[in-house]
C-alpha cells in the first residue's frame, strides 16, 4: 500500500449531469495531491473532456467508471457521504467538515476510505447513503447549504489537506531592520526634517525621541530601511544644495 | 457599523473573465454568510445573470463595479491579496490560508478587509499586489497550484467560518444503546445461535460470552438495538414452530 495518505482515498461522484462539475473536482483532486477519482452512472460519457480540469487531464483519464456504487467502493473500508443538513437521516452519525476532516485522516493513516458526493440536483439518496458509515457536513449557513460540487470537493480536499499547525505558527520574522539600520534612518530624517524648516525642530528638544519612535512603528524590513534612507539622502542633498 | 464581523469583509475580484466564476464565487459567499461583492473592470457587462449563483441572485444584483481597485477598497483598512506561491513578491509577507484565516478573522473584529482574487488567467497583478498589506496562498500542491477561481474564494471564505472547537468536539453521543439493551440482544443471539444448531455453542461454554463480546463491538444505537432484537425475535419463532 502506498506511503501517502492520500493515495488511500478515493473522491466518488455519483450521477454527475454536468461535467464540468467533474472537471472542476478533478483540478481540486490535482491541487490537493488526491488522484482516485471514481464515478457512478456520469451523464455524460465524455466528462474526460471537461475544460475546468485546467492541470488535471491525467487525472480525468484515469478515472474509473462504474455503474453501482457497491462496486465503486467495495476496496475502501470506510464509506462517508457529504450532505447538506437538510439530508440528515437519523440512523447515521453527521460530522462538521472540520470533526471529518480529522477522522478520515485517522482512518487514511492505515486504510482506503471514498467520499460520496450526489447528483448536482438530488445529493445523494438514500440508497447511497445506506452505505455510509457517516456523514459529513460543510458548516454552510442554514439558509443556504446547497453548495456547488466542485466547490464542496474542493472544500473537502483542503481541510483533508489543512496544517492546524501552519495556523499557529508565526510568519518568519524575515529580514526585518535591525536597530543600527533603524538608528541610521531616524538621524537622517532627523537632518531632513531640521534642513527643511519641520516646526516641531525649531520648538521641541524632544522632536528628535518623537522621530525615533515613529520610525520605530513602521516596522520596516531591512530592505525598505535601505530605500527609505536612500530617499532620504537624496532629499538632504537636495535640501542642502538648492541650486545644484 | 455591524455586530458581524463577517460584514466587515469585501470579496473584491479583478478582471474576471468568465461571468460563471463570479456567479460561483457569489454563491459560495452566500453559503457562508458573505454578501459584500465587489468587481474591478468585470470582462461581462452581463455577470448578474451567471447561472452558477444558485440561490445567490439577490448578492450578485447589489455587487458593485469599479474602475479601478483604488476605489473598490477605499474604505478597508486591511487589503489581502490571494496568490499562487508562483507569484510571490518577497517585499510582502506571505501567509498561509490556514494563518491568514486567524489574522483576517482578528482584524475583522473590529475593522473592515478585503480580499483580492485576480483574473483567472494572470492573478493579480503587480499592481494590485502593491496595494495589499500581505498576501495568503491555498497550500496546494507545488506542481499544480492554480486553482479554479470560484474554488480559491470558497475555500478562503471557509476557512474564516471554520470552527477550531468543531474538530475537537466529540459527535453527540446520540442514543446509544444502553447495557439493559445490549444484554437483551445478546441473551436472544445466543438463543437464535443454540435452536440454529451454531457448532460453538455445542462444544464452548464460553460461546455465550464470545457473543456477548460481538455485540458490544457493534457500537449500536438504541435504535438500532431495537431493530435487531425484533429481527432475531422473529427468527428465534421460526427456528422454534418450523411448521408454522
Known sequence: MSPDPRQRLAVVLIDTRNPLNIGAAARAMSNF?????RLV??????????????????LLRQARVFHNLSAAVADCSLIV???????????????RLERAGRLLRRHLQSARAAILFGSEKFGLSNQDISHCHWLLHIPTRPE???????????????ELSRSPA????????????????????????????QHSGYSDYSRETSAPDKTR????RLSLTSRDAAICAGMLRQILWKLTHPAG
Chains 1, 2 share one sequence.
Open 81 to 95: 457521504g457529504a450532505t447538506g443538513l437538510g439530508h440528515r437521516v437519523f440512523e447515521h452519525p453527521l460530522h
Open 33 to 37: 495531491g488526491f488522484f482516485d477519482l
Open 166 to 193: 501552519a495556523a499557529r505558527r508565526l510568519p518568519e520574522a524575515a529580514e526585518r531592520a535591525t536597530e543600527a539600520e533603524l538608528e541610521r534612518l531616524s538621524l537622517l530624517l532627523d537632518q531632513v526634517l
Open 144 to 158: 443556504h447549504d446547497s453548495m456547488n460540487l466542485g466547490q464542496a470537493v474542493a472544500l473537502t480536499l483542503y
Open 41 to 58: 452512472r456520469p451523464y455524460h460519457a465524455a466528462f474526460e473532456e471537461a475544460v475546468s480540469a485546467v492541470g488535471a487531464a491525467d
Open 213 to 216: 519612535r515613529l520610525v520605530r
